[in-house]
């Protein structure tokens, strides 16, 4: 018990030393977490928005291809598939059957591009409750005309006034504080005044649209598509609800109006999509499915398919020589396969650079510990003339070394969580262009117990790696000569 305290003694005798070579540690630590954790949290919201969007982890599809090379993207029976996921003994929390189609929505001269998801109500029964509805009421809308749209799709077809002054409008703005203020030949801060103005005008637009929003429920809404043998067709819809939405890309309405609209029967849909409770290790849940299945579909082998989006498949399959359906059952892992690999990028350069910091702060623990030993020379001789053993010197040196990196990456550690929860306490609503990244608004973070675990014990070892050949000299010193050295 002596040992450790002595170690923390002689830290202490050189603080200016310990606390210049703690702060590289701690910095290093700082960035790895904050770095990781940031881009594990993008990774994490934008998985959870993505299977909000897309209806679930795991995606199967089947593709038909007649005789004159058209596809046709239409499932027409999934008895086979939903008792491979019984078998399987995957705990799941729904199942989605949704028609999905690119659509563009026409409203009084006005158009915009988006998804127009059609979903079995009576099924997806918890749907409606996970909007954010403002108007309206998603409730009651199995086999009716009625549209679910987002408040940004209201804005987009000048069904509410917009919120956001535009550019154009701020460069008006300025202007006209500008002339007004040297009128009246006043001193002024013009970006302060701006600013103030903005916000302001804003404000007032948020005012209007909570009192349109209720206005616009049964307005009739045109849906302009193909049908699924290709043909143009325009549906009417009438606006049912209004929700509050992070990102605006698709609206909902019921399957049976869609699929006739589309020339399909009602049974049949375009897209099922698994959520499961536990979505860790989808690649491997995927390929059981996929042995489960080899005997009652054509599949497409997962070799592939890994990596590549739904409609990167469409294409690639769509130039294939065949006739007859095919079957694809993917994840969100391949949907998300881009945007994934670049994050994984950011985190390996992260510890790229965390490894290079703890290089650098090695060199110079070798070349202090060096110091070291020299400088306490003589101690080192009076410890080993009152009987101190070899390895208690070299163990006294090394300890030194573990507290010093332990000591500089647990603050760096504490010091990056808390930046990354202070970051996730501000709210970015107003960069909607980000919608899909996080987490109801905010930036999310995911720490991982086993990174911090790892860096630590990573900084420990190069520390204590960097301090052995020092302490191997110290522990090597023969008392006699110790104590006749002369500084």
């Known amino acids: 018990m002596i040992l450790p305290k002595i170690a923390l003694r002689n830290l202490n005798r050189q603080k200016r030393r310990s606390i210049l070579l703690g702060s590289a540690l701690s910095f290093g ?5 904050v770095v990781n954790g940031a881009t594990g949290g993008l990774v994490s919201s934008f998985q959870k928005n993505f299977t909000d969007l897309v209806a679930g982890h795991v995606l199967f599809l089947q593709l038909e291809k007649d005789s004159d090379g058209k596809l046709v993207n239409v499932i027409k029976d999934d008895s086979a598939l939903l008792e491979a996921i019984e078998k399987s003994g995957m705990k799941y929390e729904s199942v989605s059957r949704r028609t999905r189609q690119s659509a563009t929505v026409l409203y009084n001269g006005e158009a915009a591009s988006r998804v127009v998801s059609g979903v079995l109500w009576d099924e997806e029964r918890t749907l409606p409750a996970s909007f954010d509805v403002i108007a309206g009421s998603a409730d009651g809308m199995s086999g009716t005309d009625g549209i679910v749209i987002s408040d940004l799709l209201a ?13 154009a409008e701020r460069a008006l703005l300025r202007r006209d504080v500008k002339a007004r203020w040297r009128s009246e030949n006043k001193a002024f801060d013009l970006e302060k005044a701006v600013t103030a103005e903005v916000e302001r005008i804003e404000a007032e637009r948020k005012e209007e649209q909570e009192r349109q929003f209720p206005k616009i429920i049964g307005e009739e ?3 302009q598509f193909q049908t699924i043998t290709g043909q143009q067709n325009v549906g009417a819809f009438r606006i049912a609800a209004v929700m509050r939405s992070q990102f605006d890309m698709s609206v909902f309405v019921d399957r049976g109006v869609l699929n006739d609209l589309m020339g399909m029967a009602p049974a049949e849909y375009t897209l099922f999509g698994l959520t499961l409770a ?17 005997d009652k579909y054509n599949l497409v082998p997962y070799a592939k398919i890994r990596g590549k989006a739904v409609e990167s498949l469409l294409s690639d399959i769509k130039k294939e020589d065949f006739t007859g359906t095919k079957t694809v059952v993917t994840n969100l892992n391949n949907e998300l396969a881009s945007f994934t690999g670049i994050i994984l990028g950011v985190q390996a350069g992260s510890f790229g650079l965390f490894l290079i910091i703890i290089a650098v702060v090695m060199v110079g623990l070798v070349n202090t510990f060096r110091i070291v030993v020299y400088e306490r020379t003589k101690e080192i001789g009076t410890m080993r003339a009152l009987g101190t053993q070899r390895n208690q010197v070299r163990n006294l040196f090394l300890l030194e070394a ?18 990354l929860k ?46 052995m050949l020092p302490a191997r000299k110290a522990s090597r010193m023969l008392p006699a000569q110790a104590l006749r050295t002369q500084f």
């Open 29 to 33: 630590m700082f960035i790895l977490v």
């Open 221 to 223: 809404l045109l849906l």
């Open 155 to 167: 804005e987009s077809l000048g069904l509410v006034p917009k919120k956001k002054v535009s550019y």
């Open 422 to 467: 202070l970051v996730g306490l501000i709210k970015l609503d107003s960069f909607t262009e980000l919608a899909l990244f996080l987490d109801n608004g905010r930036i999310g973070s995911t720490v991982s117990v086993g990174l911090l675990v790892g860096s630590i014990v990573t900084v420990v070892a190069f520390t204590l790696l960097a301090a």
């Open 278 to 294: 536990d979505y860790s290790n989808l690649d491997m849940k995927t390929l059981m499915l996929q042995q489960m299945l080899k």
């Open 402 to 419: 573990s507290f010093l990196a332990v000591g500089g990456t647990l603050p760096g550690a504490v010091l990056g969580i808390a930046t």
